[in-house]
Nanobody
Framework: QVQLVESGGGLVQAGGSLRLSCAAS????????MNWYRQAPGKQRELVAS???????NYAGSVKGRFTVSRDNARNTVYLQMNSLKLEDTAVYYC?????????WGQGTQVTVSS
C-alpha cells in the first residue's frame, strides 16, 4: 500500500518560514520524481517545485528563490523549505510521486500565511 504523508504545515506570518515534509512508503522512493503542488481556494492545483530521481530541480516562477525542494532517499522523504512566505502562498500543499505515468498523491497539508 502506497502512502505519502505530508507534515509541517501551519499558520505563519508573512515573511516567515516553514518546512514541509513528505514521507513515502510502499514505493521504491529513489526512482520516483517527487513534486510539490498547491491549491488555493477557488484556484486550480499548480506545480510548485519538483525534483527528479537524479536530483534535478524545477520551480514555479512565483516561488523561485524562496522555496527549496530536497530529498533524502535514505529516509524516503522529500522536503519543501519555504522562506519569505507571502499571503499568496496560502494553500493546501500536496506531495506527488511520479514515475513513467504512475502517480501517487498525499492527502495535503494546509499552509496559511497571515499579515
Amino acid at each position: 500500500q502506497v502512502q505519502l504523508v505530508e507534515s509541517g504545515g501551519g499558520l505563519v506570518q508573512a515573511g516567515g518560514s516553514l518546512r514541509l515534509s513528505c514521507a513515502a512508503s510502499g514505493i521504491k522512493f529513489s526512482i520516483y520524481a517527487m513534486n510539490w503542488y498547491r491549491q488555493a481556494p477557488g484556484k486550480q492545483r499548480e506545480l510548485v517545485a519538483s525534483m527528479t530521481s537524479a536530483g534535478n530541480t524545477n520551480y514555479a516562477g512565483s516561488v523561485k528563490g524562496r522555496f527549496t525542494v530536497s530529498r533524502d532517499n535514505a529516509r524516503n522523504t522529500v522536503y519543501l523549505q519555504m522562506n519569505s512566505l507571502k499571503l499568496e502562498d496560502t494553500a493546501v500543499y500536496y506531495c506527488h510521486a511520479n514515475r513513467v505515468g504512475v502517480t501517487y498523491w498525499g492527502q495535503g497539508t494546509q499552509v496559511t500565511v497571515s499579515s
